[in-house]
């Protein structure tokens, strides 16, 4: 079974740093996409990057490019997604998500179960 | 980037009835568009890939279709469960921009 797990809920300050993680199960992790979508309280889906487990190649929208690094670990199977310093306008859950083969131009098929991130300033 | 531009953005609708919901890409993206459905406080779910090929185990109900730059998602008779916000994204360029959300309420 596929699954995707991913880390809890965050209250941090503006400035602080963060990591968050996707642990992932159930299939062949260096032979996908996995991908971090951000969901702004009450808006709607925006596609941040996605990342290649295989060869860790990486891509990003430019409205995210520089303000996260996205990331993964292939000996336990897990993506992240982190910060250097975050900001109040960062507060959003956060989604992982898996491409629907190792093809780049394929949807997400399974997703993580959203990691909510609340920075105060 | 590419911009889709999905209307309505808030559809009403009643049990049984066939919704149509659009997406319009900005250039052309051929048939790498999806569908998916989000309910509130769970992950989005993917219901079409391909412009029109229905992922595995969404009823047949929904149907998706292309024409241009132009994208449909219909639901031939509207049921409790299917009362969600729908969004739909191309995976033709990155970045793989998603639509702005449909609401569809009783």
């Known amino acids: 079974e596929v699954q995707l797990v991913q880390s809890g809920a965050e209250m941090k300050k503006s400035g602080e740093s963060l990591r968050i993680s996707c642990k992932t199960s159930?299939?062949?992790?260096?032979?996908?996409?996995i991908g971090w979508v951000r969901q702004m309280p009450g808006k709607g889906l925006e596609w941040m990057a996605v990342i290649y487990p295989g060869d860790s190649d990486t891509r990003y929208s430019p409205s995210f490019q520089g303000q996260v690094t996205i990331s993964a670990d292939k000996s336990i199977n897990t993506a992240y997604l982190e910060w250097s310093s975050l900001r109040a306008s960062d507060t959003a859950i956060y989604y992982c998500?898996?491409?629907?083969?190792?093809?780049?131009?394929?949807?997400?098929?399974?997703w993580g179960q959203g990691t909510l991130l609340t920075v105060s300033s | 980037d590419i911009q889709l531009t999905q209307s309505p953005s808030f559809l009403s609708a009643s049990v049984g009835d066939r919704v149509t919901i659009t997406c319009r890409a900005s250039?052309?993206?051929?048939?790498?568009l999806a569908w998916y459905q989000q309910k509130p406080g769970k992950a989005p779910k993917l219901l079409i890939h391909g412009a029109s090929t229905l992922q595995s185990g969404v009823p047949s109900r929904f149907s998706g279709s292309r024409s241009g730059t132009e994208f449909t998602l219909t639901i031939s008779s509207l049921q409790p469960e299917d009362f969600a916000t729908y969004y739909c994204q191309q995976v033709n360029t990155y970045p793989h921009t998603f639509g702005g959300g449909t609401k569809v309420e009783i």
């Open positions: 159930g299939f062949t992790f260096t032979t996908y996409w």
């Open positions: 250039q052309g993206i051929s048939t790498y």
């Open positions: 998500a898996r491409t629907a083969s190792s093809s780049w131009k394929v949807p997400f098929d399974y």
